[in-house]
Structure formats: structure tokens, C-alpha cells
């Protein structure tokens, strides 16, 4: 399991107010200081060259100075007030949050507490409570705790339905249980996923990480992965099928490093590609289906460096290639079925110049012409 991402700060870690008197002084000073700057403003707009002498006060004048002292009292006590308002407010303020954060806490030690639970049933109810409590969080950094125990929870260590003992209704029984609870999590963090970023409850930009998980199912269909930092880094996609169909991948580091693609079928079909680095570098494409037919790469980039395909099928037919870099370096094909049929070459680049293997289908035209922004080895292309 990792460590707690890097790169967040917390966003407010106790209330720290200057003492009264030192506030007080330095709002006089500001107020003196905005005084005189529209004094001698205005002095210089008039155009004066000096001040009328005045040998005599008269009663008009006198009345007029008594005002302008009254006027001064006023505005001084006037920002003695505002001062102790604006304090008073912040220390509301505090208090209400520190007693958010108490409830959430307890709420947040239940909801963990049922996650650990022996009944299905419990742990579907804390996995919602724990949803629900990201959607309530009194702060951004509570919000990312309780997606945190979500995406270790998926982390845990998982026997898939291949691994399951021959016979063993109760083993097959216990797998289904925790399989739903599991594909639960995955279909909460989709849905929020799915938010527009402006939206209260949206979880984009927060952090994922799914590090060595194992996914034999799950559904990321229609989620935008716009911020933050998702890591699929040695997740095994063994089973079942895994879809991230129409996802959105446009800011950001998502990456799939080290991951296992030994069966099942894991979908990008018609995913976009616009932005941010979404890396599947030293993965190992062994068995089953991976399809990015009709997707997009016209942004990101999105690498395969020092990748094998070794088996099963990686699909990129249909997609369109109009920008940003997918990159092949080493990678090396020596088995698996991996095709590029129909796909739109209109910009960016595809650079397979460095593999090493059989070349996909699709890369090499009959007419040989090099195809926009693909870069292949010599050998390929003769």
C-alpha cells in the first residue's frame, strides 16, 4: 500500500488571530494612510497653492470643527467596532467548523468501522456512508481521507473467481459478496466522477490511487478525469470487464505503470485523450481484450514506453490521432494482436520508432507513404 499522496496542503490547520491591540493600531494607520492619499488627491485635482489664513474663528467655522471632531470619534469607534465584528465572526466560523469537523470525524469512525464488518451488508452500508460523508466534508482535505479508505479498501488483498477453490460453495459465496461491495466503490467513484468540476459533490482533481489493485470488474464509463493524480500502477485486470468507455482524460496524471492485462476485456472505446499524461509504461498486455477503438488522442500524453504485447488483443481501431504524443519507445509486440485499422492520422505524434517486433496492423500503408505524425522503425516501413 502507498503512502498517503503527496502535494496537498492543508487547508486551514487552527484559527491564528493578532492580538486586538496590534489590529486596532494597524487599522488606524491604514485608515490614516487611505485619509491623507485622498486628501492630497484631491489637493492636487484642485489645483492649490496653500491655505487661507483665518485671524478670526467664526461661530460657522467653530460649529464646523466641532462636527469634524464628532465626525472623528464616530469613525474611529465605527472601526473599533468593524475590527471586534470581523473577529468575533472568524472565531463563529472556527467554532462551526471544528464542531463539522467533530461530527464528521465520528461519523467517518462508524462508517470505517462497518467497513471492517464479517456482513456484505454492513460494508455496502459503510461504503455509502463513507460516500456520503466526501460529499459532506467540511473540507477538501476530509473529503480526500474518506476517498482514501476507499481506494485502499479496493487495494486490500482480493482472491479473483479463478483463484477460488474447486467446489467451495461458501468460498464462491463469500467472493460474490465481497465482489459486490467492491464494484459498489468503483461505481461511487464514477458517478462523482462523472460531475461536472464546478459541481459540490464532483471528486475530480482529487486523488486516486489504486496501486496494485486487483479489478476482475467495475465501471468507470463516463468519468472525467480532469485533476489530481489516479494511479493504476501494478493493477492486475485479470477478469470480468473493466470499462472506462467514454472517459475523459484532460488534465492531470492518471497512470496505469506496471499494470497486468492478463483477461477479461478493459474498454477506452470512445475515450478522449485532451490533456494531462496518462502512462501505461513497463505494462504487460498478456490476455484478454483492450480496446481504445474510436477514441481520441488529441491532447495528452499518453505512453507505452518499454510495454509488452505479448497476448490477447489491443484494439485502436477508429481512433483519431489529431494531437498531443503517443509514445511506443521499446515497447515490444511478439504476440498479441494489436491493430490500427481505420485509424485517422491528422496530427501529434505516434512515435513506434524504437520497437522492437511485429508491427501492428494498420501502421504500414500498402503505398508505403509514411502515415502523419507516425514514426516507425525502418524495418516496418520497407
Same mark, same amino acid.
Given at each position: 500500500?502507498?503512502?498517503?499522496?503527496?502535494?496537498?496542503?492543508? *487547508?486551514?490547520?487552527?484559527?491564528?488571530?493578532?492580538?486586538?491591540?496590534?489590529?486596532?493600531?494597524?487599522?488606524?494607520?491604514?485608515?490614516? #494612510?487611505?485619509?491623507?492619499? &485622498?486628501?492630497?488627491?484631491?489637493?492636487?485635482?484642485?489645483?492649490?497653492?496653500?491655505?487661507?489664513?483665518?485671524?478670526?474663528?467664526?461661530?460657522?467655522?467653530?460649529?464646523? #470643527?466641532?462636527?469634524?471632531?464628532?465626525?472623528?470619534?464616530?469613525?474611529?469607534?465605527?472601526?473599533?467596532?468593524?475590527?471586534?465584528?470581523?473577529?468575533?465572526?472568524?472565531?463563529?466560523?472556527?467554532?462551526?467548523?471544528?464542531?463539522?469537523?467533530?461530527?464528521?470525524?465520528?461519523?467517518?469512525?462508524?462508517?470505517?468501522?462497518?467497513?471492517?464488518?464479517?456482513?456484505?451488508?454492513?460494508?455496502?452500508?459503510?461504503?455509502?456512508?463513507?460516500?456520503?460523508?466526501?460529499?459532506?466534508?467540511?473540507?477538501?482535505?476530509?473529503?480526500?481521507?474518506?476517498?482514501?479508505?476507499?481506494?485502499?479498501?479496493?487495494?486490500?488483498?482480493?482472491?479473483?473467481?479463478?483463484?477460488?477453490?474447486?467446489?467451495?460453495?461458501?468460498?464462491?459465496?463469500?467472493?460474490?459478496?465481497?465482489?459486490? &461491495?467492491?464494484?459498489?466503490?468503483?461505481?461511487?467513484?464514477?458517478?462523482? #466522477?462523472?460531475?461536472?468540476?464546478?459541481?459540490?459533490?464532483?471528486?475530480?482533481?482529487?486523488?486516486?490511487?489504486?496501486?496494485?489493485?486487483?479489478?476482475?470488474?467495475?465501471?468507470?464509463?463516463?468519468?472525467?478525469?480532469?485533476?489530481?493524480?489516479?494511479?493504476?500502477?501494478?493493477?492486475?485486470?485479470?477478469? =470480468?470487464?473493466?470499462?472506462?468507455?467514454?472517459?475523459?482524460?484532460?488534465?492531470?496524471?492518471?497512470?496505469?505503470?506496471?499494470?497486468?492485462?492478463?483477461?477479461?476485456?478493459?474498454?477506452?472505446? =470512445?475515450?478522449?485523450?485532451?490533456? =494531462?499524461?496518462?502512462?501505461?509504461?513497463?505494462?504487460?498486455?498478456?490476455?484478454?481484450?483492450?480496446?481504445?477503438?474510436?477514441?481520441?488522442?488529441?491532447?495528452?500524453?499518453?505512453?507505452?514506453?518499454?510495454?509488452?504485447?505479448?497476448?490477447?488483443? &489491443?484494439?485502436?481501431?477508429?481512433?483519431?490521432?489529431?494531437?498531443?504524443?503517443?509514445?511506443?519507445?521499446?515497447?515490444?509486440?511478439?504476440?498479441?494482436?494489436?491493430?490500427?485499422?481505420?485509424?485517422?492520422?491528422?496530427?501529434?505524434?505516434?512515435?513506434?520508432?524504437?520497437?522492437?517486433? *511485429?508491427?501492428?496492423?494498420?501502421?504500414?500503408?500498402?503505398?508505403?507513404?509514411?502515415?502523419?505524425?507516425?514514426?516507425?522503425?525502418?524495418?516496418?516501413?520497407?
Amino acid at each position: 500500500m502507498r503512502a498517503h499522496l503527496p502535494g496537498r496542503r492543508a *487547508e486551514r490547520r487552527g484559527l491564528r488571530l493578532w492580538p486586538v491591540g496590534t489590529v486596532l493600531v494597524l487599522a488606524f494607520a491604514a485608515a490614516i #494612510l487611505v485619509a491623507a492619499s &485622498v486628501f492630497y488627491t484631491g489637493w492636487d485635482l484642485l489645483d492649490a497653492r496653500g491655505l487661507k489664513p483665518e485671524h478670526r474663528i467664526d461661530s460657522k467655522t467653530l460649529f464646523d #470643527l466641532v462636527k469634524l471632531s464628532f465626525g472623528v470619534v464616530a469613525g474611529a469607534g465605527a472601526l473599533v467596532a468593524l475590527v471586534v465584528a470581523y473577529r468575533r465572526q472568524r472565531v463563529d466560523e472556527d467554532g462551526a467548523l471544528r464542531e463539522a469537523t467533530r461530527l464528521h470525524t465520528e461519523r467517518f469512525t462508524t462508517a470505517v468501522s462497518q467497513l471492517g464488518d464479517e456482513s456484505a451488508a454492513v460494508r455496502l452500508g459503510g461504503v455509502h456512508a463513507l460516500a456520503g460523508l466526501a460529499d459532506d466534508a467540511p473540507t477538501r482535505d476530509l473529503r480526500q481521507t474518506c476517498i482514501d479508505v476507499l481506494c485502499a479498501y479496493l487495494r486490500l488483498p482480493y482472491t479473483t473467481e479463478v483463484d477460488l477453490p474447486a467446489g467451495d460453495t461458501e468460498a464462491r459465496h463469500a467472493y460474490l459478496a465481497l465482489r459486490e &461491495v467492491r464494484h459498489t466503490v468503483i461505481r461511487l467513484i464514477r458517478d462523482h #466522477l462523472r460531475l461536472p468540476a464546478e459541481h459540490p459533490h464532483s471528486w475530480q482533481g482529487h486523488d486516486f490511487d489504486f496501486t496494485g489493485a486487483a479489478f476482475d470488474g467495475g465501471d468507470f464509463s463516463g468519468a472525467t478525469f480532469s485533476g489530481g493524480t489516479v494511479r493504476f500502477d501494478d493493477a492486475t485486470f485479470s477478469g =470480468g470487464e473493466v470499462s472506462f468507455w467514454g472517459v475523459t482524460f484532460s488534465g492531470g496524471d492518471v497512470g496505469f505503470m506496471g499494470a497486468t492485462f492478463s483477461g477479461g476485456a478493459v474498454g477506452f472505446v =470512445g475515450a478522449t485523450f485532451s490533456g =494531462g499524461r496518462v502512462d501505461f509504461d513497463l505494462s504487460t498486455f498478456s490476455g484478454g481484450s483492450v480496446h481504445f477503438r474510436n477514441s481520441t488522442f488529441s491532447g495528452s500524453r499518453v505512453g507505452f514506453s518499454q510495454t509488452t504485447f505479448t497476448g490477447g488483443r &489491443v484494439l485502436f481501431s477508429g481512433s483519431t490521432f489529431s494531437g498531443g504524443a503517443v509514445d511506443f519507445t521499446r515497447a515490444a509486440f511478439s504476440g498479441a494482436t494489436v491493430t490500427f485499422t481505420s485509424a485517422v492520422f491528422s496530427g501529434g505524434t505516434v512515435n513506434l520508432s524504437a520497437a522492437i517486433g *511485429e508491427a501492428p496492423t494498420g501502421l504500414v500503408p500498402p503505398s508505403g507513404s509514411p502515415l502523419v505524425g507516425v514514426r516507425l522503425p525502418p524495418t516496418w516501413s520497407t
